[in-house]
T-cell receptor, first 112, second 114 residues
Framework: DAGVTQSPTHLIKTRGQHVTLRCSPISGHKSVSWYQQVLGQGPQFIFQYYEKEERGRGNFPDRFSARQFPNYSSELNVNALLLGDSALYLC???????????FGPGTRLTVL | AQSVTQPDIHITVSEGASLELRCNYSYGATPYLFWYVQSPGQGLQLLLKYFSGDTLVQGIKGFEAEFKRSQSSFNLRKPSVHWSDAAEYFCAVGDMNRDDKIIFGKGTRLHILP
């Protein structure tokens, strides 16, 4: 079975631009969470979606937004990119809330 | 607030030696605890988890961890490390009361000497 997939693998943007990252959960999983991992740090929670509804939000500015589609895939959007947004963005899916999360390989975002 | 502390940023052990990675957590209720491993440029792989029951948890790749409530610890152990175990290890606690988020420690980088 396919695991969590994310696209693109790598992305280079300049300050002020906008970026959209995509995630496809494991088949049958209805919950998707997003994490940001800055170099040398552990991942930090950004959002969780379940059944297309936002269930949790971490301590990130409003420039970060996300949504979940009827097929349970998800997008993470970041507006007005800053240099500090450079990070590995990880997506995780779980069958339902309060369940084990499975992580994708991540999208490496570099902001110049 | 929930938090996870991994006091060792780097650890170096010789191949074949035993390993223990330390983890302390702060959480108000019975925690959901995890250990993840991350190889360079890769995503996170779950090694093991503790939700309830037996406090000694067996995981993949020969790893185990012991939940000690009195010490708020969840240390990861392996009796004999292999060169392929060199990676970053993250301890994490699941905040399952509200939004299902996972709170990670800052990680411990494991180096293996031949």
């Amino acid at each position: 079975d396919a695991g969590v997939t994310q696209s693109p693998t790598h992305l280079i943007k300049t300050r002020g631009q906008h970026v959209t990252l995509r995630c496809s959960p494991i088949s049958g999983h209805k919950s998707v969470s997003w994490y940001q991992q800055v170099l040398g740090q552990g991942p930090q929670f950004i959002f969780q979606y379940y059944e297309k509804e936002e269930r949790g939000r971490g301590n990130f500015p409003d420039r970060f937004s996300a949504r979940q589609f009827p097929n349970y895939s998800s997008e993470l959007n970041v507006n007005a990119l800053l240099l500090g947004d450079s990070a590995l963005y990880l997506c995780a899916s779980s069958a339902r809330v309060y369940n084990e999360q499975f992580f994708g390989p991540g999208t490496r975002l570099t902001v110049l | 607030a929930q938090s996870v502390t991994q006091p060792d940023i780097h650890i170096t052990v010789s191949e074949g030696a035993s390993l223990e990675l330390r983890c302390n957590y702060s959480y108000g209720a019975t925690p959901y605890l995890f250990w993840y491993v991350q190889s360079p440029g890769q995503g996170l792989q779950l090694l093991l988890k503790y939700f309830s029951g037996d406090t000694l948890v067996q995981g993949i790749k020969g790893f185990e961890a012991e939940f000690k409530r009195s010490q708020s610890s969840f240390n990861l152990r392996k009796p004999s490390v292999h060169w392929s175990d060199a990676a970053e290890y993250f301890c994490a606690v699941g905040d399952m009361n509200r939004d299902d988020k996972i709170i990670f420690g800052k990680g411990t980088r494991l180096h293996i000497l031949p």
